[in-house]
């Protein structure tokens, strides 16, 4: 945790400095990226709710993503990364920002072929949507969630240092 709560930090400065608000949707880092951002002062401020989306079920009841959804794609992409962030963003009011994480963080890989120390984060905001691939090429599940973590912080700092003010 010690090494996500500088960035996460950063990332409560400029959210509340821009009078902003995020929500998180993220599945293989555990709920990390939310308490880095919890565990800041003034949390209220800016953190509108998240959740771990880590199964089908979470995925339909939380976000109501269904099967129709992924038509032509499937989880643990970009592409699903940015429907989280997106859809995290629309379906918790007064959300300005959406994160979404979205990977297979060992000893295994995924379901969908993808290896250990594999994930996806996507930002959703005022400065349109981004979305990485991060591959850690490490089997240690607890590095990879917080590396998974500390990337999605990093992105969504980027994402609101070049975003442009609210109109």
């Given at each position: ?6 960035r996460?930090?950063?990332?409560a400065?400029?959210?509340k ?9 993220e ?35 939380l ?8 038509a ?53 905001g ?23 973590a ?14 442009p003010?609210?109109?």
């Amino acid at each position: 945790m010690e090494t996500l709560l500088p960035r996460a930090a950063k990332a409560a400065t400029l959210l509340k400095a821009r009078g902003e608000t995020l929500a998180v949707a993220e599945s293989s880092t555990g709920g990390l990226i939310s308490a880095a951002l919890l565990a800041q002062p003034g949390a209220s401020a800016y953190f509108r709710g998240g959740g771990v989306i880590y199964t089908r079920q979470a995925r339909a009841g939380l976000l109501g993503i269904g099967d129709a959804d992924l038509a032509g794609f499937r989880p643990s992409t970009e592409r699903y990364a940015a429907l989280l962030a997106e859809r995290a963003r629309e379906r918790i009011a007064d959300s300005h920002w959406g994160l979404g994480e979205t990977g297979a963080t060992g000893p295994t890989g995924n379901r969908y072929g993808d290896a250990a120390g594999h994930s996806c984060i996507a930002v959703a905001g005022l400065g349109g949507t981004r979305a990485i691939t991060l591959e850690t090429g490490s089997a240690d599940r607890i590095a990879n969630m917080r590396a998974f973590a500390a990337a999605a912080l990093d992105l969504l700092i980027e994402m609101l240092e070049a975003a442009p003010p609210r109109s």
